[in-house]
């Protein structure tokens, strides 16, 4: 009954979450006008490429898979709030003193808050990714891609969020991680692959990469998407879920160790 009890409190904490941003669609909207903006000039950009090269297929990858993977990379990328901003002003102005006090655990109730917000992000995202997906090829063929997508963004959100948090629980001993962060969206964007799919990696890089747990958060759920495969599917699920709970272990001993020696500057 406990359990039970604890897990309609995290699912309240998720539905407020959800109906708090809701109620901001139109910010959000006004937010995929850069999103937009991004993709118009990636569009170019491959037009000119895959003209330049002469070739219908690049790396495995027509015009039409290119684009709708950066897409859904960018649509996970923007979908995704700043723990690090948050939490670090907790520290600082004193408001974690109460929350760690909270009948929830603490990164629990970041982790359902998180999630209930990029799932509104999300929508918003892919709804304007996919009108412009749709302007400029027509309705993709990928089958069981969106159903994949789906099911890879769920732990590409969980991954997404463990080394975010690792990063903000460093609050705890420094209280500036921003830069840290910075550097972390830096790594997505290049060998995480937001930017462009692996595949197009010099193949020593990609061996590089298959060790990090980037891939797990952007290229799994965006290549599964518009390249869909079962298997494919099933071992990028292992890689991914194997990452979460590994992280997932680093963070709450990393919790357990800040909380100890946590300094808190506010009131």
């Known amino acids: 009954m406990n359990a039970i009890a604890k897990t309609f409190k995290y699912v309240a904490i998720g539905k407020v979450t959800i109906r708090n941003h809701l109620a901001y669609m139109a910010d959000f909207a006004i937010r995929t006008v850069f999103l937009g903006l991004i993709l118009y000039i990636f569009i170019q950009l491959w037009d000119a490429t895959f003209r330049g090269e002469g070739s219908g297929t690049i790396a495995g990858y027509t015009l039409e898979q ?70 400029a ?3 993709p063929d990928f089958g069981f891609g969106w159903i994949g997508f ?29 830069g840290i962060e910075f550097v972390y969206h830096k790594l997505l964007f290049t060998i995480g692959g937001m930017l462009l799919p692996l595949e197009l990696f010099p193949k020593t890089l990609q061996a590089v990469c298959a060790w990090l747990p980037f891939q797990s958060v952007l290229y799994f759920a965006a290549k599964t998407a518009v390249r869909f495969d079962w298997p494919t599917m099933v071992r990028f ?27 808190v500057n506010g009131g």
């Open 237 to 263: 699920l292992l890689i991914q879920w194997g990452w979460a709970i590994l992280l997932a272990a680093a963070v709450f001993a990393m919790y357990a160790k800040g909380v100890k020696k946590l300094n």
């Open 66 to 135: 290119i684009i709708w993977y950066l897409i859904f990379a960018e649509s996970i990328t923007m979908a995704c709030p700043s723990l690090a901003t948050r939490i670090e002003e907790e520290v600082k102005n004193g408001d974690v003193a109460y929350k760690l006090t909270r009948p929830v655990s603490y990164v629990a109730f970041h982790f359902v808050g998180y999630l209930g917000e990029v799932a509104v992000r999300l929508m918003v995202n892919m709804t304007v990714g996919s009108l412009i997906g749709i302007a």
């Open 150 to 178: 789906a099911v890879m963004a769920v732990g590409a959100f969980t991954v997404n969020f463990m080394l975010n948090m690792m990063i903000a629980l460093c609050a705890f001993w420094v209280e500036e991680t921003r």
């Open 137 to 139: 090829f027509g309705w």
